[in-house]
C-alpha cells in the first residue's frame, strides 16, 4: 500500500508540476526573446536617427560616431548604409556582419520588413534612417545571443530546480502520508493473522493513522474480546460436561463390576450387557467431546513433519493391525512439513487408521502415503474394505453420518474438524479396486 500510494502522489505531482512549470517556463523564454529583440531595435533606431542627420541633412558625422562607439563599447556591431546601400560607417567589427548585412540594408531599402535573421550567433535587426517609403539610408546592428541565451537557460535552470523540489518535497509528503494510513493497517493486519492463529488475547493498537482505521482497529478489538470471551466460555462448557458425565459413568461402571463379580447364570450376561453399553456410552461421550473440542480449535500452526508423523502412526497401530489380520503400510514419501496445530495430524491419522483397521476384513490391506500437490501437503488413506456408496459420503463427516458405522460414527467428524481449524481440506474418494480412500490436503510449510 505504501508503495502505491508514494507512486500515485508522485505521479499527480509530476503531472502538475509539468502543467505548471514548462507552460510558465516557455512563456518566459518567450518573454525574454521579445525584450532582447525590442532592446535591439531601440538602440538600432537611436543609431539610425543620427545617421539621418548626417545623410538627409548633411551635418557632420560627429553624433553618428558617438552613437556607433556606443555601439560598439556595448559590443554591437553596426554599420551605416546610404540610398545605394553603400557603406557609409560602422563599427570595427563591420566587416563580420558580411554580405548578409548588406542584402539586409538593400531590403530596407526598398521599403520592406525583413525578419531579422541571426548570423553566427548574433541577431541581425534593420531599420530605416529617415522615412520608412524613402529612407536616406539604413542601418543594421548584430548583437551577440550569448546574453539571451544565458537567460533562457536560466529560466530552464530554474524551473528546473523549482520543480525537483517540487518533486522531492512530494516524495517526503507522500511517504510519510503513505506510512500514516498504512502502518495501522499492516499493524492490523498482524493482529488479524496472530488472532487466526489462536492468540485470543491479541488485540491491535488503536492510536496512528486515520480516524477510520483507529475506528477499525477499536471494532477489530471488540471483536477480539468477545471472541476470547466466547471460547473460553466454550471450553469451559466443555471441561464442565466432560466432568459431569465421566464421574457418574466411572461410578456406575464400578458398581457393575461389583455386581458382575458375584453374579451367576442370567443375571451375569445381563450385567455384561450392560458393561458393555456403559463401556459404549463412554466411548460415545469421549467422541462427543472430541468433536466439540476440534470445533472450539484455533490452533497455532508450527512445522509438522508430515513424512515422520506417518511413520510414527503406522508404526504404532501396526501391533493392533497384526492381531485382527490386516496389512497396514506407509508407502514412501518424500520428506515434508506441513503447518498444522501441534499433535493435530497425530489425532487425524488415529481416526482414519483405526476406521479403515475396523472396516477392512481380515486378510485387507490399509495403506498411507503421502506428497507435495501444488503447495500442499497431500496425505491419502487408502483401505480395500466395503466402502461407502455415493449418499453415504455426502454424509460422512457429519456427526453420526454413516449409521453403519461400528464405532461412535464421529471419528470422520474429528478428521473434519480438526482439518478445517488448520486451513486444509478433506473429502473422500474410491479406491481403485473396491474400499475407500480419505485425501487430506494441508497447508505446506517450507523447509527453512
Not at 513424512?307 to 510414527?312: I, K, P, Q, S, Y
Request: with cysteine; glycine share 8%; charged share 25%.
Amino acid at each position: 500500500m505504501t508503495r502505491r500510494i508514494t507512486w500515485t502522489l508522485l505521479v499527480l505531482t509530476s503531472v502538475l508540476l509539468v502543467l505548471a512549470v514548462v507552460p510558465l517556463a516557455v512563456s518566459m523564454t518567450a518573454r525574454e526573446r521579445v525584450a532582447f529583440r525590442d532592446s535591439q531595435r531601440a538602440a538600432t533606431r537611436v543609431i539610425a536617427a543620427a545617421a539621418e542627420e548626417h545623410l538627409s541633412d548633411h551635418k557632420p558625422t560627429t553624433v553618428m560616431r558617438q552613437e556607433l562607439d556606443a555601439a560598439a563599447r556595448a559590443g554591437d556591431c553596426a554599420a551605416v548604409y546610404d540610398g545605394s546601400a553603400r557603406l557609409v560607417a560602422g563599427t570595427p567589427c563591420t566587416a563580420a556582419q558580411g554580405q548578409e548585412a548588406a542584402e539586409l540594408a538593400e531590403k530596407v531599402l526598398a521599403g520592406h520588413e525583413p525578419e531579422p535573421p541571426e548570423n553566427e550567433g548574433r541577431l541581425l535587426t534593420a531599420e530605416p534612417a529617415g522615412e520608412v517609403r524613402a529612407p536616406s539610408g539604413a542601418v543594421v546592428l548584430a548583437r551577440s545571443a550569448a546574453p539571451l541565451d544565458a537567460r533562457i537557460a536560466a529560466i530552464w535552470g530554474w524551473s528546473a530546480a523549482i520543480a525537483s523540489a517540487g518533486l522531492a518535497a512530494s516524495v517526503l509528503l507522500s511517504l510519510r502520508l503513505a506510512r500514516w494510513v498504512s502502518r495501522p493497517l499492516s499493524r492490523l493486519d498482524v493482529s488479524a493473522q496472530r488472532l487466526g492463529e489462536g492468540a485470543l488475547d491479541e488485540r491491535a493498537e488503536v492510536g496512528g493513522g486515520p480516524t477510520e482505521v483507529r475506528r477499525l482497529a477499536a471494532t477489530f478489538n471488540t471483536m477480539a474480546a468477545r471472541m476470547e470471551a466466547l471460547v473460553h466460555g466454550h471450553r469451559a462448557v466443555l471441561a464442565d460436561v466432560s466432568h459431569q458425565l465421566r464421574t457418574p459413568l466411572a461410578a456406575l461402571r464400578l458398581r457393575l463390576d461389583v455386581l458382575a463379580a458375584g453374579a451367576e447364570g442370567d443375571t451375569a450376561a445381563e450385567l455384561a450387557s450392560a458393561q458393555e453399553e456403559i463401556a459404549r456410552l463412554s466411548r460415545l461421550v469421549d467422541g462427543l467431546l472430541a468433536v466439540a473440542r476440534a470445533e472450539q480449535a484455533t490452533p497455532r500452526p508450527v512445522a509438522v513433519r508430515v513424512d515422520e508423523v506417518v511413520a510414527e502412526r503406522v508404526a504404532a497401530w501396526s501391533p493392533v493391525a497384526e492381531e485382527r489380520g490386516v496389512r497396514l503400510t506407509a508407502s514412501h514419501g518424500p520428506a515434508l512439513s506441513a503447518a498444522l496445530g501441534s499433535g493435530h495430524l497425530e489425532q487425524i491419522l488415529d481416526n482414519l487408521i483405526a476406521n479403515a483397521v475396523d472396516a477392512v476384513p481380515e486378510g485387507g490391506n490399509v495403506t498411507l502415503d503421502h506428497r507435495a500437490i501444488a503447495g500442499l501437503a497431500r496425505v491419502r488413506v487408502r483401505d480395500d474394505g466395503p466402502g461407502m456408496n455415493a449418499e453415504t459420503k455426502t454424509v460422512a463427516f457429519r456427526r453420526f453420518g454413516n449409521p453403519e458405522a461400528r464405532g461412535t460414527g464421529l471419528g470422520l467428524a474429528i478428521v473434519h474438524r480438526l482439518v478445517a481449524s488448520n486451513g486444509g481440506m478433506a473429502r473422500l474418494e474410491d479406491t481403485p479396486g473396491g474400499g475407500l480412500t480419505v485425501v487430506l490436503d494441508l497447508p505446506l510449510r517450507p523447509e527453512v
